[in-house]
């Protein structure tokens, strides 16, 4: 599949790594694709950074929303997981019920000394969430429904659009509606072909 990718794709996808790991993240989430996706039509394809701009979407727009959501990492748990049906606040009564009070604060805390050991054993490579995942097959169906012969920043965009991921559509949702930037991408990328 990655032979597929353009130039301007891959470094999206080694972006994303950076992006992780700036926000202190142990795996690469659809938000860090996001970012890096972004980032990379802002230095790479004028085109597209111009649709993305002009819908609210800029590398700094989205740190900017990042941290006003007060989750450098992209997500808030609560509301990420009451999107599936999971009641956080119930489920740190039960741990707490199981393993003691503040077992899970106290399992938060050790995080990052997991992280660092993990880095030193994986060169630092952190691996993709199965969000993360989806959005690079999302890219692939997306370039073969096209019948596109690549898969270009353009294909990971609709990729991350096409996904059900709480915290990057919620990003998106603040500034154009999500189908609303499907359209535009597609347009662009017919008017280009």
């Known amino acids: 599949m990655f032979e597929r990718f353009t130039q301007q794709a891959r470094q999206s996808v080694i972006s994303a790594q950076e992006e992780a790991q700036t926000l202190e993240a142990t795996q690469i989430l659809p938000v860090h694709l996001l970012l890096s996706t972004v980032s990379t039509a802002e230095a790479t394809t004028p085109l597209l950074a111009s649709v993305l701009a002009e819908s609210g979407l800029t590398s700094a727009q989205l740190r900017a929303d990042l941290h006003a959501m007060g989750a450098d990492s992209g997500y808030d748990d609560a509301a990420a997981l009451e999107s599936v049906g999971i009641d956080l606040d119930e489920v740190r009564r039960a741990i707490d019920a199981q393993f003691g009070e503040g077992a899970l604060d106290a399992a938060a805390g050790s995080a990052p000394r ?54 990057a559509l919620s990003l998106v949702s603040r500034h154009v509606g999500p189908d609303e930037l499907r359209a535009r991408i597609l347009r662009t990328m017919d008017a280009a072909a």
């Open 114 to 167: 997991r992280r660092r050991l993990f880095d030193s054993l994986k060169g630092g490579h952190l691996p993709f969430s199965s969000g993360a995942k989806a959005v690079l097959t999302n890219s692939l169906r997306e370039s073969t429904a096209r019948k596109d012969g690549y898969i270009g920043t353009e294909h990971l965009l609709l990729g991350i659009l096409r996904g059900a991921d709480p915290a």
